[in-house]
């Protein structure tokens, strides 16, 4: 089941703002900005700061004060005006996006999310993924901290996957997303990353000392194979492994997940074979994408 995701300047808040601030060149007292004026003019700031007719007037005594200065608060409404490029952000959404995907994810389905003629905008990209995951973190940990006090059930275990990784994990970046939190919290709230990326190099170190599991194809990038193997002790002999590799569907896995580095040969995609190995029968392409329909529906209690 497809669907539209749409969000409204009055649900934006300042850290998916933050989210943004490397792409944006927001300043730290920039940011700081962000956090002020959401608290003096409510959840209406981002629709009040991109409204040109409005002089708010909220701010006046603010700037008389010293306590934002004129030049911090035209720069953020300039760098924020990219917002109006942006069809899904509307003024005002009824629905709540986020919820509706929490919905999917507590009865097991897979959510997957497309950005279509956006997905070349790295701001785009960056600020809803943020958007998204960061609420769906929150929603984690709130029912994670219920359970461990006796007051609700525990959420079922989730795996966030991210492409591109090095666009939400790179050094720059990280600190200011989500995706580097979670990272570093090593399944605590039952959420985990799943990170894929052609270019590991451009990931952050720290980040990358947390990967519990490594799945790695044939690398020629010598940046990109120390990444790999950084904190693996013993890497010497499995650089020789790592370059003995296949180009196509062989892979080296290491870490949590196996008792010791091991060289895997991956499935072809999208044959009978692999959908009939996948679903433990028979079904072909199309029953699979039948029965993941009617899941959606609400039609049946399986897992897709």
Known sequence: MDAVVRIGYDQIEPEDVDSLAGLLALSDVQVGALYFLRRRLGRGWVARLLDEEDRLEDLDEALERGTIHGGTLGAIQRKLGMFRRFGFLRPRVEEDPVGRILEYLDRGVNVVLEFGRFGSSLEAYILVANYVTRRIHDHYVAR????????????RSLVITIEEAHKFLDPAVARHTIFGTIARELRKYNVTLLIVDQRPSGIDPEVMSQIGTRVTCL??????????????????????????LDTRQQALVMGHAV????????????????????????????AVLARGRAVLRGEGDEEI
């Open 144 to 155: 994670k901290e219920a359970a461990l006090g006796g007051r609700g059930e525990e959420p």
């Open 219 to 244: 690398l020629d990038d010598e940046a990109d194979i120390r990444a790999v193997f950084s904190g693996v002790a013993g890497s010497q002999p499995l650089r020789e492994v790592l370059a003995r």
């Open 259 to 286: 008792p010791m580095p091991v060289v895997v040969r991956t499935r072809t995609y999208g044959t009978p074979e692999f959908y009939a190995e996948i679903v433990g029968g028979e079904e072909g392409p199309e």
